[in-house]
């Protein structure tokens, strides 16, 4: 199953910090306060571009607060800067003043993928990544033909964006809540990039082996879904007893919907059983575990139920409505190469 | 020294919810959500007071985020309510659409006392509190007296609402950032209240011995001030090589300056010190680590110094202006029954 590889120190030099770009935005702003906000692994690349941006005469703050994706803005940061740049995403929505920088890699990703090939036991191989490591697809594609596999990079194409809502933008790119990359005709998945949020969402949601390779640490990483799968059943089926409900909503702009948490609350109430809305900003094992409550539905992104390692069972919105007897629990198990309807299509839903 | 008492259940009966008030506040504002926010231990009474509230026909809304005072408004939850009920702290400044909910507590405190009597050294006894038990404490001390000592209550009277800020309002009543009425002529102090937040507050800046009885527990504890201030001054003395520093800024609205943080990376940068500004939510350890820097200077609550427990020296403002050389180390011995200038009083001046 799953390595964590996490704590691996980045280098400034490893990323397109994009620099001349930021400068120009800097100017073009005529910007005298800039934030900048990156996800929990790139932060340690923070003084440095601080440092860097510094030399325009602007004053810099950093964001310290967690940083879950694109959907996850320092809105109190915004609030007192005149641009923030968020790094490490791709762009979801427009905000006002607020520039995203996706921070790709200039890591050579070769030694980690040919590390991989020894891994994959199908031959048409569907290829995902992260957006740091999206231009590299092509020369992932090359050494899996060499191989005499098959590549496959899913589409995602502009429909992404018409839909609205959170999505990736590049053609092979997955994120939490957007795995359409992912979801196409194969034998097996190859993923390029760093930890197991990415590979082990996949796995359970395309119902997939999938084979992760590091670039950074040239580790390899092999998730299979059943496992998976049968948490995720064994945690709806759990939540059937519960005569309590917590209803976690996400404070995060790019989270929240107190509608959703609403029908949930209507439904749960008509069937007799108790249930609260609690507005969590970080949404965490200790902010839950405070409550006295059988079992908590997540509104906020689909992924947190995997994530979450508490005691009582948390599950989706999608999950939730398996309990209250509107879905059937074997839509749990995904069918392979069939247009899923993963949880991580809630949102786009919206 | 200190025994953590945390996690003890709480029941709604144990303390005076105000519901007749906050009905009438709910019919008043002629709110149709109100938000509910608590701190950690008391957030198991959450769920009985939504349902309790919700018998208006309101919706209620919990916070589900940590709430370390009443400078800790959850702002993004009264953003979405039209009232927002903040429980257990006394009000320190006048917000719109928040109503401060003391919680008096119903539980009799003499069994704690009367057992902690038995650690008592000392012949005049100053008696502090906090909100919750603040109108116990003439029969605290009554049985002082009984028991043959010189009850004295602090006075905090109406001149630190005068000055502004955050602030104690009740004779005898302490807070992270006011130690008032601790710091008066007496030989201990006795601390009727849970955990050792401000037991320890109170040893470590009125360098006295505090003996603590909780009311729910009836355990007793005993805080001596010699070690949390040696703790402290190592704190300080390995800050003292650090050639890089984190400026933590608080994004909550009561705790936010980043005048001071200013103020502070201009006198790092004269002395060649590397210093970043970070804006941090809920200031902990994880958020912290994620930077490489030497150590960390908190411009937020004072009290936060001492509860962070980070490889690297965090230390307060008035320490880093010990580190500048502004002031002496020895300033960090409080002299007993001095007017101590301790950090508590750091947030009152600005």
Same mark, same amino acid.
């Given at each position: 199953m799953a390595m964590a590889m996490h704590g691996a120190r980045r280098a400034m030099h490893e990323y397109d910090c994009e620099f001349e770009r930021l400068n120009e935005e800097i100017a073009r702003r005529s910007a005298k306060k800039v934030g900048i906000q990156l996800p929990a692994g790139m932060k340690r690349?923070?003084?440095?571009?601080?440092?860097?941006? !510094?030399?325009?005469?602007?004053?810099?703050?950093?964001?310290?607060?967690?940083?879950?994706?694109?959907?996850?803005?320092?809105? #109190?940061?915004?609030?007192?800067?005149?641009?923030?740049?968020?790094?490490?995403? !791709?762009?979801?929505?427009?905000?006002?003043?607020?520039?995203?920088?996706?921070?790709?890699?200039?890591?050579?990703? $070769?030694?980690?993928?040919?590390?991989? =090939? $020894?891994?994959l036991n199908g031959s048409r191989i569907c290829i995902t990544t992260t957006v740091?490591?999206?231009?590299?697809? #092509?020369?992932?594609?090359?050494?899996?033909?060499?191989?005499?596999?098959?590549?496959?990079?899913?589409k995602v194409g502009k429909k992404g964006n018409e839909v609205g809502g959170v999505h990736a933008i590049y053609d092979g790119q997955v994120m939490g809540c957007d795995l359409?990359?992912?979801?196409?005709?194969?034998?097996?998945?190859?993923?390029v990039g760093s930890g197991d949020f990415h590979p082990t969402a996949i796995a359970m949601n395309v119902c997939k082996r999938v084979v992760s390779a590091d670039p950074f640490t040239r580790r390899v990483g092999v998730f299979t879904p059943e496992n998976l799968i049968k948490k995720r059943i064994l945690r709806v089926e759990r939540a059937m007893s519960?005569? !309590?409900?917590?209803?976690?909503?996400?404070?995060?702009?790019?989270?929240?919907?107190?509608?959703?948490?609403?029908?949930?609350? /209507?439904k749960a109430e008509k069937r007799g059983i108790r249930s609260f809305i609690i507005m969590i900003d970080d949404i965490r094992e200790e902010a839950l575990c405070n409550f006295d409550l059988d079992a908590f539905v997540i509104t906020a992104c689909p992924r947190l139920v995997d994530t979450l390692s508490v005691e009582k069972?948390?599950?989706?919105?999608? /999950?939730? /409505?398996?309990?209250?007897?509107?879905?059937?629990?074997?839509?749990?198990?995904? $069918?392979?190469?069939?247009?899923?309807?993963?949880? !991580? /299509? =809630?949102?786009? $839903?919206?």
């Open positions: 690349l923070a003084t440095e571009i601080a440092e860097n941006l !510094s030399k325009c005469g602007v004053e810099v703050i950093i964001s310290g607060n967690s940083c879950y994706g694109a959907c996850d803005i320092d809105e #109190n940061l915004a609030a007192v800067v005149d641009v923030l740049f968020h790094f490490g995403h !791709s762009p979801v929505r427009t905000h006002l003043n607020v520039v995203f920088v996706e921070l790709r890699c200039t890591i050579d990703v $070769k030694p980690a993928v040919e590390e991989a =090939l $020894k891994y740091q490591h999206v231009h590299t697809l #092509n020369e992932v594609a090359e050494l899996l033909i060499r191989s005499g596999r098959h590549p496959i990079i899913g359409r990359a992912a979801m196409v005709e194969c034998d097996e998945i190859l993923f519960a005569s !309590s409900f917590g209803i976690i909503v996400s404070s995060k702009s790019g989270q929240f919907n107190m509608q959703i948490a609403r029908n949930i609350r /209507e069972p948390v599950i989706s919105v999608r /999950e939730f /409505e398996i309990v209250m007897g509107e879905r059937k629990l074997d839509e749990l198990i995904p $069918k392979p190469n069939a247009a899923t309807h993963s949880d !991580s /299509e =809630l949102l786009s $839903k919206e």
